[in-house]
């Protein structure tokens, strides 16, 4: 989306949220752990499964498990223990509830949309000070049907019924920039989750936030 199409009507935001409006990784990591550990595997090193946040779980289990059962006996396990107690373990980042105060008072209209199992996504949402700003949360099925950051952005726009033209997606991984991409649709890269700048400069980022405090300039430019 160019920046005279933004300028002529403000875009519907596409919020991700593991990395972009809390810091997860204490309760994904736990669960990966969880998972791999009643399957008997290794577990890799927290630097390792901090990598993980971001992308879908059947991505990051398949080429360490190999098996596609096992990958499934995998997600089920990870599901058990983050729907259990995994979704509670999260803190949101420092300046995110102001920034989405100031999104809400410009008149934006606003979704989350993330590779997160939907029905854990909700719960969160429903917990946080700012959950209600969302028309919608847009997350993962338990059969995989939807999954994959690309898929979930274009269930996103069939729920609201727009044009990728009339949204924004704002994420910290590369799947959030090339997903966005892959539609036509613009976006903003946020450097205060777990993707790094050059992650999302050579996904093809056309803007980034280091802050949450920069994002309703970006917003408004």
């Avoid at 920046?3 to 990395?19: C, H, M």
């Avoid at 779980?57 to 729907?83: K, N």
């Avoid at 994959?148 to 910290?172: N, S, T, W």
Wanted: aromatic share 8%.
């Amino acid at each position: 989306m160019s920046e005279a199409s933004i300028q002529a009507g403000k875009p519907t935001l596409f919020f991700d949220l593991d990395g972009t409006l809390i810091d997860s990784s204490v309760g994904i990591t736990r669960s990966i752990s969880y998972a791999l550990e009643q399957l008997q595997h290794p577990v890799p090193s927290e630097q390792v499964l901090r990598s993980w946040i971001g992308p879908a779980l059947r991505t990051s289990f398949l080429p360490l498990l190999v098996d596609e059962q096992r990958v499934e006996q995998a997600v089920a396990l990870y599901l058990e223990r983050y729907s259990r107690e995994g979704w509670t373990e999260h803190q949101v980042y420092d300046g995110v509830g102001d920034m989405l105060d100031a999104a809400r008072a410009a008149g934006y209209r606003m979704a989350v949309v993330t590779a997160k199992n939907e029905n854990n996504a909700r719960k969160i949402l429903a917990h946080l000070p700012f959950g209600g700003y969302f028309e919608d949360v847009i997350g993962s099925t338990m059969d995989g049907r939807l999954t994959h950051k690309v898929d979930l952005i274009a269930e996103a726009l069939r729920r609201f019924g727009l044009q990728a033209a009339q949204c924004l997606m704002i994420g910290d991984r590369r799947m959030d920039i090339e997903g966005a991409l892959q539609h036509g649709m613009g976006n903003i890269g946020v450097l205060w989750g777990f993707g790094s700048e050059q992650e999302l400069r050579e996904a093809g980022a056309q803007r980034l936030a280091a802050a949450p405090t920069q994002l309703p300039g970006l917003l408004a430019a």
